[in-house]
């Protein structure tokens, strides 16, 4: 069974540049999460898709980040205009179930975006 | 303060010996707690899951919680080379399916 996977692995980018950022979940896993880790930092949350629809998108920094899921499937992250502090790595994870509940968080092996 | 607190260390022990990780938290609502496991240049991978105050194991890994006292540990036994890994805890806060995240300790088990 193939595991969250995401895409690109790497992206150096220039202040003021866009950036999407691709996830393909567990297939079957309704539950979808981005994270995000800034040197020297905790991971922290951003947002959860249930399905298609935003669940909560509390850990969203600023309007410059736009999260989508179309059809319940795939999700991209986009960040536009880059700006330096954005730089970390994106980790995104699917889980079948509720996490509250113990249902395993499934995750990616990150995108490590960097702003120059 | 920070929500979940953890010694970022590294935490050095010897192979065959007993790896003690510590976390504790601030949120009296956490419900479920989380411990991971993340090789350099990997992804997280859930090792053990507790909600209930006392002891979880689960082969040679075994989870306590302390409801009351805010902490939440880890024991490796007969640990081995291979468990050389940064360890996450982490917790859902009540009512959420959102992981709050500590920084993580380094353990590193010598030969």
């Known amino acids: 069974e193939a595991g969250v996977t995401q895409f690109p692995s790497h992206s150096v980018i220039e202040k003021g540049q866009t950036v999407t950022l691709r996830c393909d979940p567990i297939s079957g896993h309704d539950n979808l999460y981005w994270y995000r880790r800034v040197m020297g930092k905790e991971i922290k949350f951003l947002l959860h898709f249930v399905k298609e629809s935003k669940q909560d998108e509390s850990g969203m920094p600023n309007n410059r980040f736009l999260a989508e899921r179309t059809g319940g499937t795939y999700s991209t992250l986009k960040v536009q205009p880059a700006e330096l502090e954005d730089s970390g790595v994106y980790f995104c994870a699917s889980s079948q179930g509720q996490v509250l509940l113990g249902s395993e968080a499934f995750f990616g092996q990150g995108t490590r975006l960097t702003v120059v | 303060q920070k929500e979940v607190e953890q010694n970022s260390g590294p935490l050095s022990v010897p192979e065959g010996a007993i790896a003690s990780l510590n976390c504790t938290y601030s949120d009296r609502g956490s419900q479920s707690f989380f411990w991971y496991r993340q090789y350099s240049g990997k992804s997280p991978e859930l090792i053990m899951f507790i909600y209930s105050n006392g002891d979880k194991e689960d082969g040679r890994f075994t989870a306590q919680l302390n409801k009351a006292s805010q902490y939440v540990s880890l024991l490796i036994r007969d640990s081995q080379p291979s468990d050389s890994a940064t360890y996450l805890c982490?917790?859902?806060?009540?009512?959420?399916?959102?992981?709050?995240f500590g920084t993580g300790t380094q353990l590193k088990v010598e030969l």
């Open positions: 982490a917790m859902a806060p009540g009512g959420g399916n959102k992981l709050t």
